[in-house]
C-alpha cells in the first residue's frame, strides 16, 4: 500500500520525512538504507538539527560512482560525511566501495550484497529521477536485480553534471543496490521535490508496474510512503 504526504514545500517535506525516521528508530529500527542527491538534504538537515542518537543505527546507501574515492567531493561517500554522518555519527555506515569497484565489479557488489542480507534493512528513503529511476536501476532494469555495477544513461549522466565542474568528469558507471535489494527493506520512504518529477511520480503511483519505470514496482511493497511538494504531485488524480 502506498500512502501519499503532500507538503507544500521540500522544508516541509524533509521535515515529514525526519518524523517518520525518528518514530522509526524510536520503535526500533536499527538499519536505515539512505540515498543522496538533491532531495534529501531537507531530510537530513532536520536529522542534524535533532537530538536523535544515531550510535546505535547502521546505514547502508544505495549507490556510489565507480572510481570515485572516498574523499573525492562528487563522492556519495564525500556527501553523506558532509550532510549526515559529521554530525550524526552512526554505528556503521555503509557506502559501496567505488575504488574496489573500478577493479574488481563483482567483488565488491557480492561484499555489500553480503553486507545488506547479513544487515536486513529496517527502513529504506529513496529519491527517484525523472524517468522513475530509484537508484541506478534505470528503466528496463529487471525487478530482480542486486547489487552490481550499472552503467549510467545519458540523460542521468547530464542530470548529474551539475555537480561536476565539467560533464565529461561524471563517472558513466555506479555500484547500485538492485530493484530486489531495495524491495526488501521492511518500509520505504520515498522523496520527490519539484515539478520535473511530477510525471515519474504519477507513473509510479497509477501507473502499470512495468520495468520501464522501475519506481512502479513499489505498488507492490506492503509500507510504502511517499512524501511530495504541491509541484511534484501536481499530476497525481
Ligand atoms: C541517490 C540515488 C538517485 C536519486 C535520483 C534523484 O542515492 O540513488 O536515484 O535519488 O537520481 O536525484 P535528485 O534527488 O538529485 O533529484
Same mark, same amino acid.
Given at each position: 500500500?502506498?500512502?501519499?504526504?503532500?507538503?507544500?514545500?521540500?522544508?516541509?517535506?524533509?521535515?515529514?520525512?525526519?518524523e517518520i525516521f525518528e518514530k522509526g528508530i524510536k520503535n526500533g529500527a536499527k538499519v536505515l538504507g539512505l540515498a543522496t542527491g538533491s532531495t534529501p538534504? %531537507?531530510?537530513?538537515?532536520n536529522w542534524v538539527k535533532s537530538d536523535l542518537n544515531c550510535d546505535d543505527l547502521t546505514s547502508i546507501n544505495l549507490d556510489e560512482y565507480v572510481g570515485l574515492k572516498p574523499d573525492d567531493p562528487q563522492s556519495y561517500h564525500y556527501f553523506m560525511k558532509e550532510h549526515l554522518f559529521n554530525k550524526k555519527p552512526f554505528k556503521h555506515s555503509y557506502v559501496p566501495d567505488g575504488v574496489e569497484a573500478a577493479k574488481d565489479p563483482q567483488k565488491a557488489a557480492d561484499d555489500y550484497n553480503k553486507i545488506i542480507k547479513d544487515n536486513p534493512i529496517d527502513i529504506q528513503l529513496l529519491g527517484i529521477g525523472r524517468n522513475g529511476h530509484i537508484a541506478f536501476n534505470e528503466p528496463g532494469s529487471s525487478f530482480d536485480t542486486v547489487t552490481r555495477e550499472v552503467k549510467?544513461?545519458?540523460? %542521468?549522466i547530464k542530470a548529474n553534471s551539475r555537480f561536476f565542474n565539467n560533464?565529461?568528469?561524471?563517472?558513466?558507471?555506479?555500484?547500485?543496490?538492485g530493484i530486489a535489494n531495495i524491495m526488501s527493506a521492511k518500509k520505504i520512504v520515498l522523496m520527490a521535490f519539484g515539478?520535473?518529477?511530477a510525471h515519474a511520480i504519477k507513473e509510479m503511483i497509477e501507473g502499470?508496474?512495468?520495468?520501464?519505470v522501475p519506481a512502479s514496482i513499489l505498488q507492490k511493497h506492503p509500507d510504502v510512503t511517499v512524501i511530495v511538494d504541491e509541484a511534484a504531485a501536481k499530476e497525481l488524480d
Open positions: 500500500m502506498m500512502k501519499v504526504i503532500v507538503r507544500e514545500n521540500d522544508i516541509q517535506g524533509g521535515a515529514a520525512a525526519f538534504v %531537507t531530510l537530513y538537515q549510467l544513461t545519458e540523460n %542521468t560533464i565529461d568528469d561524471v563517472p558513466t558507471s555506479a555500484i547500485c543496490m515539478e520535473k518529477k502499470p508496474i512495468t520495468e520501464e
